[in-house]
Structure formats: C-alpha cells, structure tokens
C-alpha cells in the first residue's frame, strides 16, 4: 500500500505579486524553495488564508533573497498581493518508506524571511 503524506511547507508566505500574463504558475524565491525542499516544477498546493481559496499549480524560481511569492497565470485570480497563503508539497510514500518519516516544515514573516523550521506539526489541544 502507499500513502500520501505531507513533504514540506512554506506556512504564512505573504503573496508580493499577482500577475495574470506572466508564464509559470507560482514563483518563489529560490532560498525558500531549496530550505522547504520544493524543486522547481514540483507540483505545489496554496490554500489562501484571505479567501478561502484552494488551488494546485507548480513551483518556478524567483530571484533568491528576493522574497517573491508571486501567484501567475490563471491562478493570478486566486490571490491578491498582501493574501496570507500555506504551500504545501505531497509525496507518496510507502508504508515502509513513512516509517519515521517528517515533512520539512519552514515557517515565515510578513516578509518572508524564515523565522523558524520544524518537522512536526504540534498537537492540537482543546
């Protein structure tokens, strides 16, 4: 049996750019592809905090130290500049293989530096 598990995520990027005639889906600054682990090309999910929005697309790279997130194309319509969004990446894994496995989870500012990285996403309590 294989299973898909959560590989790596970039929680709270801040979208920089929206730009609906620009090729290539979603760009992102190549320091924060290479600390999530994200290759250029891999399919990604953004959920967008701002409106709900749920989209898949592909990662492209952005000029590194840039702090560009920028959403492109036909998904430009699914987030704005300034929209909180989480972009995740999936691997599909078998049972053998996610024994003691753990994302890369990479967590950001309001300018997308890394204010921390992680590999387990705490509990939640009531």
């Not at 909180?84 to 989870?105: D, K, W």
Request: aromatic share 6%.
């Amino acid at each position: 049996m294989q299973i898909t598990l959560l590989k790596s995520k970039l929680h709270h990027a801040h979208v920089t750019h929206s730009e609906l005639e620009y090729e290539g889906s979603c760009a992102i600054d190549s320091a924060l592809l290479e600390a999530a682990g994200i290759r250029e090309y891999e399919q990604i999910h953004i959920y967008n905090l701002a409106n709900g929005n749920r989209f898949t697309t592909y990662a492209i790279r952005a000029e590194q130290g840039s702090g560009i997130i920028s959403i492109n194309g036909a998904a430009a319509h699914k987030a704005d500049p300034g929209d909180r969004i989480i972009i995740c990446t999936y691997a599909v894994l078998s049972e053998q293989e996610a024994v003691g496995f753990h994302p890369t989870l990479v967590y950001l500012d309001a300018d997308n530096h890394i204010m921390r990285r992680g590999n387990a996403i705490p509990v939640q309590v009531a």
